[in-house]
């Protein structure tokens, strides 16, 4: 093909394992590719390598992965390559494709429409059955719906497998949230609309019931290659078997220590088990770390090294490509605030020395412990922007700036007599908008909208930078396309400040320097991973943290949280890490098992958040008249098998179990001895003497986890459920 590279000077930069990748035309495939190791490098040069040799054609390679800036950097890649006719696109940007194709043909009219905004829909299920919702509240119904959507779970299944999966909500019990995700579904039915799992399914639904679909979409794409695999869903690994058929050329990529969405629907075992799944399947490890300096490499390293292994495809040990660098800093501080005023002190001493800001960021586990940080880079006089979940060109201060630009853009404005260039009409525009040279003090979203703003005058500053090292000056016209250019591709700019963000938000970014603020217990890991698999999550967030610094990085936490109160200990995942002086404990020091009785989380409710008091409150984990998170039919168990306890003995009910302990029990719903000795105030005498008659009380009771998330049963069911919803709009021809 014309423009496609020599096939063996297309792999000669390559590495030996991305050679192998490359040169491996024929699937199944599992890439396993550590943070830094250049996996979209590798897969991009394997499918140009594909069509150089002849082994692809462009048109049959679908490429898909879970951002729209991960899919427009893979189809730049593959342009420059010489290889512009793959499709490389997100999973639900293929899937609403060949739903908009085929629904028209398949069943007559156009496929429904996607709702904008599914909080108000959910708002309306919730008021129609009279829950009440704040917006704190409903973003917790939206998120818990969104789960089980991708998870292949209905509202009918949703209690038992959100029991199982030990799920929970701090204002809503198991069996409201399938009322409102009930109710959501009815609001869709009733405004002829879906969401955005919807599309996935909607795909499915043709695929799997229309053979003549199925065979067109397979012919069509003969090749599949899946990126950051370790996030798939259920739901998409169901449409992606779709696609795929009975055909074995499937390459996926992906890093196991970097599972981190498992709260949103992922589940890595997909990738850890691809080998079960496929016998024979061809195994490559990228271990080669071009990203962070032996320093970083080695601190990643050891926190993985610890992780619990799964038995399959695990997380690989990664091999430092960079020079030497400067030992990882670990710091204690007095307090939060003793904490981020150190952090700002370093960030501008690496200024100092020549590190740009907007190389720079201050990660951390949750958005409320931004405030602290933001107070000491003001006070310090440091520019920084929040990163949030928002996507960029969403916002709508973003989107106002765009489209001022682009009508801006169409009037023919001669520059010279105007004396102004193409950055500096753009800054006239944005002034009206709302962006100024300095940034205002303060945060909220005056400032918000300032960082948006800030963001595209700083690529409009850089473009025009690189128009005049090649000689030559951009006017707005060629500002606004490069603009819409990576608005489409969701490339998000940077702005001239040091990013704060989530460790969440932070996956798939790299800086020069990073500060990790608050590695203390409580935070990572957080204080509701209660379970080893959710403690294995924040191990592997922490990892996802450390791998974002390519050449400096600093580890902090603080002993209090005011300078005063409890004592806070360093991470446990530092606990290898960490030498003597960097360990520096105060006075009033606690073993580990008082700290856990006297930990936030035993002395706050579980419901509300506010603090406890009493002992039967306590052992409950909730205030009495805050809603209960236990299942109605295990407690009911408990009490039949404590009256005749109770009778056996000659004693009275209450001396085998008081009924605050009964509810404690039901709602902890313990599995193992392990499990019931954590529950307050039940005493080891007690579980020894009752244990195993609980245990089994709860194993007779409690709902089993039969038709889990991701079985083809499921799948099915929800394909009937939604042909279902669609059987009128569509005359009939679902059903």
């Known amino acids: 093909m014309a423009g496609v590279a020599d096939p063996d000077r297309l792999i000669s930069a390559l590495d030996p394992e991305q050679q192998e990748v490359a040169t491996t035309l024929r699937g199944p495939v599992a890439v396993i590719a550590g943070a830094g190791t250049g996996k979209t490098r590798a897969i991009t040069h394997r499918i140009a390598y594909g069509v150089a040799t002849g082994v692809y054609r462009p048109g049959a390679v679908l490429a898909v992965t879970f951002t729209q800036r991960a899919a427009g950097e893979m189809r730049g890649r593959l342009q420059q390559l010489g290889v512009p006719g793959v499709q490389a696109r997100t999973f639900h940007s293929a899937a609403l494709r060949q739903a908009q194709y085929f629904w028209p043909r398949t069943y007559g009219g156009e496929l429904p429409g996607v709702l904008d905004h599914r909080m108000g829909a959910v708002a309306d299920a919730a008021g129609r059955l009279r829950v009440t919702v704040d917006t704190p509240r409903l973003r917790d119904l939206v998120g818990e719906i969104a789960w089980a959507k991708v998870s292949n779970v209905g509202p009918e299944e949703y209690a038992q497998v959100a029991t199982a999966r030990h799920r929970s909500l701090a204002a809503f019990d198991h069996e409201t949230v399938a009322r409102v995700f009930a109710g959501y579904e009815e609001v869709k039915r009733e405004r002829g609309r879906i969401d955005f799992e919807d599309i996935l399914l909607c795909a499915a639904a043709l695929i799997s019931d229309h053979p003549e679909v199925a065979d067109q979409v397979r012919s069509t794409y003969r090749h599949l290659v899946v990126d950051e695999y370790q996030d798939v869903s259920p739901i998409q690994q169901a449409l992606l078997d779709l696609w795929r058929g009975d055909r074995a050329d499937l390459c996926v990529v992906g890093d196991p220590a970097q599972t981190i969405h498992s709260f949103a629907g992922a589940q890595a075992d997909f990738l850890t088990g691809f080998g079960r799944r496929h016998p024979g399947a061809t195994v490559i490890k990228l271990v080669r770390d071009y990203r962070s300096t032996p320093e970083v490499v080695g601190v990643a390293n050891k926190i993985m090294e610890r992780a619990p292994i799964n038995g399959g495809l695990g997380a690989v040990t990664l091999v430092a490509q960079q020079p030497s660098g400067q030992a990882v800093e670990f710091a204690e501080a007095a307090s939060e605030s003793a904490e981020a005023t150190a952090i700002a002190d370093w960030l501008r001493r690496l200024a100092t020395a020549g590190t740009s800001y907007r190389e720079m960021a201050v990660l951390f586990r949750i958005n409320a412990q931004s405030p602290p940080i933001e107070q ?25 700036a765009l489209l001022t630009l682009r009508t801006e853009a169409r009037v023919e404005v001669d520059a010279a007599a105007e004396g102004a260039s193409g950055v500096g009409r753009l800054k006239a525009l944005f002034g009206a908008l709302g962006w100024t040279p300095e940034p205002p003090t303060g945060a909220g979203a005056v400032r918000e909208r300032w960082e948006s703003l800030a963001a595209l005058v700083a690529v409009a500053e850089d473009l025009a930078t690189a128009a005049s090292e090649d000689g030559g000056t951009i006017d707005l016209a060629g500002i606004a396309a490069e603009l819409e250019r990576r608005a489409e591709a969701q490339q998000v700019p940077t702005a001239q ?117 009493g002992a039967a409150e306590r052992k409950l984990g909730r205030h009495e008249d805050c809603p209960s998170t236990y299942d109605e039919g295990a407690l009911e168990a408990l009490k039949v098998w404590r009256k005749e306890a109770a009778a056996a003995e000659g004693l009275p009910a209450y001396c085998i179990f008081t009924d605050a302990t009964l509810v404690a029990i039901a709602e902890a719903a313990p599995a193992r001895r392990e499990d019931l000795i954590k529950i307050h105030g039940l005493g080891l005498s007690k579980v020894t003497k009752y244990g195993e008659q609980v245990l089994s009380v709860l194993a007779g009771s409690t709902p089993g986890t039969g038709g889990a998330s991701g079985t083809e049963e499921n799948l099915s069911n929800n394909l009937r459920l939604l042909r279902k919803e669609f059987a009128s709009a569509a005359d009939g021809s679902l059903s």
Not at 382 to 388: Q, T
Not at 528 to 537: F, G, I, K, S, V
């Open 376 to 400: 000491a880079l003001a006070e310090a006089g440091i520019p920084y922007l929040v990163r949030g979940g928002e996507r960029f060109y969403e916002r709508p201060e973003v989107r106002q």
């Open 497 to 613: 400040g040091v990013t704060l963000s989530t460790l969440h938000s932070a996956k798939g970014l790299e800086w020069d320097a990073v500060a990790l603020y608050g590695v203390q217990e409580g935070s990572i890991p957080f204080v509701l991973a209660d379970t080893p698999d959710q403690q294995a999550e924040e191990r592997r967030l922490l990892y996802v943290g450390v791998t974002r610094a390519r050449r400096r990085l600093r580890v902090s936490w603080a002993r209090t949280r005011n300078g005063g109160g409890a004592v806070r200990k360093p991470s446990r995942f530092l606990d290898h890490l960490l030498s003597p002086a960097d360990r520096r404990s105060g006075p009033g020091t606690r073993s580990d098992a008082a700290a856990r009785r006297r930990s936030e989380l035993s002395a706050r409710c579980r419901s509300c958040g506010r603090q406890l008091s």
